[in-house]
Structures are given as C-alpha cells and as structure tokens.
C-alpha cells in the first residue's frame, strides 16, 4: 500500500484537532499537548509544515503558562480561533496553507495589543518583557556554547538592564560574524523577535547566519 503524502497527514491531523478544539467543554491546552506529541511521532519531518506546526503548537501551550495573565482564557481563546482560520483554509491550495502558518508562526508575538498598558502611555506590560528576556535567554542556551565568552557576557550584561534590542542585536551579530549553523526554526523565531522590537539592525545580520542543514 502506497504511503501517504507527508503533507496530506499534517493537513488532516490540523482538521481533527480543530474539530476537537471547537467542540463544547474540551480542554485546549490537553488537546494542544496532546497535538504536540502526535505532530512529532505521526507527522513525517518531510511535510512541509511540520516544523510550522510543531511550534504553533508549543507555542500556544507555552501562553498558558505566560506569567500574570489569565492565560488559560487568552490560551483557549487564541486556540479556538488557529482552529477555526484553519478549519476555513482550503487545504488543497498549498498557497493558501502557507499563508495560514505564516500568519500563526508565533501567537504570542500576534497578541502584542494585550500587552500594553491602557492606561495610554504606550508601555509594554512585564509580561511583555519577561517573555522577550525568556526567548533570548534560551536563544543562549542553545548556542551559547558556539558565542565567545566576551560576546555572551556583553549580552547577558544588556538583558541585566532590560536592553533586549541590543542584546538581540548582539546574539544575532554574534552569530553571523562567528558563522555559528543554525536552524532554521531559530532562525524564524529570531526573525519574529527582530520584527517584534523593530530591529533592521538584527533583521540584516540574520540573513548572515549559516543555516543548520539536517
């Protein structure tokens, strides 16, 4: 029997989670675990998606557990409505499936209107802050060890004092000027956190980084 499409087994595992997250009482963030794990053992690598899937995936998890706020509702929410964009892209137009990951390839970063303050001075939240503080942190745990010790303290020494555009910048130079390999699924969430905060800076020495083959 003839396997079937990579593509074709991620499409119909996004339309059955999306019915289950749509239908009255479930829970979201036990579905989208759920998801995680399923996207990972019965989705082929070769998919076109899969990488897009796993960390739309993760990444709504991970907002549950975003700090001071009622992120189980704002999980659910965000949750509900991946499903329902989903459940409302023509699958059988690749076009139309790209542009749907596209537009999900990080909720939290999609959500950033929640994390300003309303009280009209335009400030970002803590949250927002500690989640920005977070991505780079791990960003250095996974190729810190590839960063020369002066260029990793310089920027542990900018996220200390709340610098986090420059200590993107200085991960991202970091990593082009030392021709550190890196995947692209890191690539793509540096990319998201260098439009987050606005850096043609980091954006620029992003395109220089080696990518990570296998």
Known sequence: MASLDPDSVLNTLMTDVAVRVLAPGCDTYDIGMDTLGDVYRRVPATATHA????????ELTDIDDAPRLSAPK???AL???VAREWLATDVSDPNAVTAYFLRWASPMLLTRELFEESD???EWRPEYYAYLEREIQRILRVQGEHIPAPDRDAIREYLAVAEFGLALEHVTSALGEHEVATTERELRRLGWLAELMGSECAQRDIVTIPVLEG
């Open 51 to 58: 990488d897009a899937a796993y960390i739309l995936w993760a």
């Open 79 to 81: 949750t509900k409505l």
């Open 74 to 76: 704002l999980a659910a």
């Open 120 to 122: 009209g001075d335009n």
